[in-house]
C-alpha cells in the first residue's frame, strides 16, 4: 500500500489517500493493520485491522472487498485506490 509522502503519521480524524498496487492474476489477501501512530491504545485494542481482498471473475476483471475487523475503530484510509500492474 502506498499513501503520499509525509513528514509523520496522519493525525487522529485525519483522512489520507492509499493506493493498492495488486500484483499478478492470482486471488489473495492482505490484512492492513492502522492505529493512531501516536499512543499505545494499541495495547487497549484500539486499532484495526482491514481484510483487503481481490479475486478476478471467469474472464479476469479484478473484483475487490474491504473488510473492518474492528469497525468501530475509525481509521484514516477512506479514499481507496487500486492499481492492477499485471495486465
Known amino acids: 500500500p502506498l499513501i503520499p509522502e509525509t513528514l509523520q503519521v496522519p493525525k487522529p480524524g ?3 489517500p ?3 498496487q495488486i500484483y499478478g492474476k492470482a486471488s489473495g489477501s492482505y490484512y ?4 493512531d ?9 484500539k486499532y ?11 474472464n479476469g476483471e479484478p473484483q475487490t472487498a474491504i473488510d473492518a475487523v474492528n469497525p468501530d475503530f475509525s481509521w ?12
Open 32 to 35: 492492513l493493520y492502522d492505529d
Open 14 to 16: 485525519e483522512q489520507v
Open 76 to 87: 484514516a484510509y477512506q479514499e481507496m485506490h487500486f492499481e492492477y500492474m499485471t495486465k
Open 48 to 58: 484495526n485491522r482491514v481484510k483487503i481482498s481481490v479475486t478476478y471473475t471467469e
Open 18 to 20: 492509499i493506493t493498492f
Open 37 to 45: 501512530g501516536d499512543s499505545f491504545g494499541y495495547r487497549t485494542g
